[in-house]
């Protein structure tokens, strides 16, 4: 088959991280028997600095016919002082919101390896696979009224409303057990349906859908018994299904399960497009742009580069391949190579390529 890749490195270490990508997607575009074509776009500051805009319309235009957005970062103390509307993170915010995309995940993977540099015991988190799929455009960041009024007595009033529909809940409920069926089959929903009415409904509308999924296992866990829960032993769980602001929370827990920020990819998915049937998408790691490392060949390629699995597997469904991938990283961290971020103190650190062109060999 043949895929087309929009890549957006931005700012900072998006760039350094986002080149070790480019070695892989060539790789897999003559060895595996698939097409990729790419398109390269500045995003963030440095858009800015280009034209004037944290993301062009062409860009834009590209990621909305593209079967994949992959994204490095944006951002820097460059561009404090720019414009509001034009501050790098504009043009994140523009592909969220023009791509749909409603569905974050965020897995939390303990490699053997690295099982020491854990916030947990060894014991709890090595061999750890779970999958927080956070609702991303709902929820209590985006519902209105939200403001700040003062009140007769002098007094100000702070509102934030967390607002929630049927069919929000129902679409990433459906997007949490199709994964788990290619999963481990369980599915935990974390609400809080014993304070907040969005709760009842969330509760509700999972049990319904989960009648189209009779092979994968439903619990329903309150979600601060589920932050307790990622700590105290979080392998009970494979997929954690949840809203905006508890899926932040969980995820940044299960996020110190695994070690360094540099390790973490993530995926955010959206609606179908209806002329070519294709889920829009969209694959970054979660760190920002380091600027206390940039260009310095520091950064660790491999939340970047386990963004590009994510994409090989949701958005291509090369399966195979991107468990090819996912191994290979694993089998380079087994063999003790190391970037400085995940490094013992004072130990030899490889370089961004290094550990790239090391995935590659392997
Ligand atoms: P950050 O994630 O950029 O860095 C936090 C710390 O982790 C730094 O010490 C950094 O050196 C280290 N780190 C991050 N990624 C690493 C990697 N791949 N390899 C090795 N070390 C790594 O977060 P910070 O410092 O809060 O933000 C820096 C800039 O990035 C800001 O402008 C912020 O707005 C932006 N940002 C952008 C995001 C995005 O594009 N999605 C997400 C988070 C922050
Ligand atoms: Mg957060």
Aim: proline share 4%; hydrophobic share 45%.
């Amino acid at each position: 088959a043949s895929f087309n890749l929009l890549l957006l490195p931005g700012d900072g270490i998006g760039p350094e991280v986002m080149s070790e990508v480019e070695k892989l997607v060539r790789w897999f575009d003559k060895e595996s028997g698939n097409r990729f074509e790419t398109e390269r776009h500045l995003v963030g500051g440095s858009a800015y600095d280009a034209h004037g805009v944290a993301i062009t319309d062409e860009a834009m235009g590209l990621a909305m016919a593209s079967d994949a957005v992959l994204f490095g970062a944006v951002g820097g103390p460059k561009w404090d002082k720019v414009p509001y509307d034009c501050r790098p993170e504009a043009g994140l915010l523009r592909l969220r919101k023009d791509l749909e995309l409603f569905a974050n995940l965020r897995p939390a993977i303990c490699y053997p390896a690295l099982a020491d540099a854990s916030s947990l015991k060894r014991e709890l988190v090595e061999g750890l696979d779970i999958l927080i799929v956070r609702e991303l455009t709902g929820g209590v960041y985006f519902g209105e009224p939200k403001e700040i009024v003062t009140l007769e007595n002098g007094e100000k009033r702070a509102v934030d409303t967390q607002l929630y529909t049927t069919h929000e809940i129902d679409r990433i409920a459906r997007i949490a057990f199709d994964l788990a069926g290619k999963r481990r089959n369980k599915v935990a929903s974390a609400e809080k349906r014993n304070v907040m009415k969005s709760g009842v409904l969330w509760n509700e509308v999972v049990t319904r859908v989960h009648g189209d999924y009779p092979g994968v296992a439903l619990e329903h866990v309150l979600a601060d018994n589920c932050a307790m829960q990622l700590v105290r032993n979080p392998k009970q769980y494979d997929v954690i299904v949840t809203d905006n602001l508890f899926g932040d929370i969980l995820s940044d827990v299960a996020a110190m399960l695994t070690g360094s920020l540099g390790m973490l990819p993530s995926a955010a998915l959206g609606a179908v497009d209806p002329a070519t049937g294709k889920r829009r998408a969209m694959y970054e790691p979660v760190h920002g742009s380091a600027p206390d490392i940039a260009g310095q060949s520091l950064a660790n390629p491999i939340a970047m580069i386990g963004s590009f699995a994510m994409a090989l597997r949701y958005s291509c469904n090369l399966v195979a391949e991107a468990d090819l991938l996912e191994k290979a990283v694993a089998n380079v961290l087994g063999s003790g190579l190391r970037t400085r971020d995940i490094a013992a103190r004072g130990a030899n650190a490889a370089s961004t390529g290094e550990m790239g062109d090391a995935i590659l060999t392997e």
